[in-house]
């Protein structure tokens, strides 16, 4: 079955650091791109990042960049998303992406 | 960035009857291999999003055929030919073009 699964999310302090993981299976991860993007609640998708079958390309939403990095493992179908920095504006659903391919997502609560 | 803009924002139909949401971008995605990057995606109440269509008029596999993409340049249909009960839920256009790819606000299709 082609499948994304999330992990790693959870209750975080603002300024806090958090990294959420996804592991691909049912096709050949290392041949797509790979996104993160993320949902806050009752609101519609927004893109966070983007990263290239050999990680030699990345790309960044400008409310992110310098706090986000992502990353994959092609060797553990596996894909990340390091963040720091966080604040309340970074609560969300947070979602890998493979062109149709969704994961289930995982929320990511930044609070005191 | 580029702004997506559809209408209507809600979209109350009977069951059986015809269903279209448009979707304009504010430049071209036409990208530098001529390709347009279009997507439409289906987010069921609950539920991941749900690419339907692609590169404007491709449809996902196992997604009805009664669901069809058009449009070019800027300006941008999805047709549900005969909605079913189903289809509840909000519609996404996105453009993959330009970085930070981006959504439309989303068009909340309701039975009547």
């Known amino acids: 079955e082609v499948q994304l699964v999330e992990s790693g999310g959870g209750l975080v302090q603002p300024g806090g650091s958090l990294r959420v993981s996804c592991v691909a299976s049912g096709f050949t991860f290392s041949n797509y791109w790979m996104g993160w993007l993320r949902q806050a609640p009752g609101k519609g998708p927004e893109w966070v990042a983007n990263?290239?079958?050999?990680?030699?390309?990345?790309y960044y939403v400008d409310s992110v960049k310098g706090r986000f990095t992502v990353s994959r493992d092609n060797a553990k179908n596996s894909f990340y998303l390091q963040m720091n920095s966080l604040t309340a504006e970074d609560t969300a659903l947070y979602y890998c992406r493979s062109g149709a391919i969704w994961g289930q997502g995982i929320l990511v609560t930044v609070s005191s | 960035d580029v702004v997506m803009t559809q209408s209507p924002l809600s979209l109350p139909v009977t069951l059986g009857q015809p269903a279209s949401i448009s979707c304009r971008s504010s430049q071209s995605l036409i990208f530098s291999d001529g390709i347009t990057y279009l997507s439409w995606f289906q987010q069921r109440p609950g539920q991941s999003p749900r690419r339907l269509i692609y590169?404007?008029?491709d449809r996902d596999s196992g997604v009805p055929d009664r669901f069809s993409g058009s449009g070019s340049g800027t300006d941008f249909t999805l047709k549900i030919s005969r909605v079913e009960a189903e289809d509840v839920g909000v519609y996404y256009c996105m453009q993959g073009t330009h970085w930070p790819h981006t959504f439309g606000q989303g068009t909340k299709l309701e039975i009547k």
């Open positions: 590169k404007v008029s």
């Open positions: 990263m290239k079958q050999d990680g030699s390309e990345k």
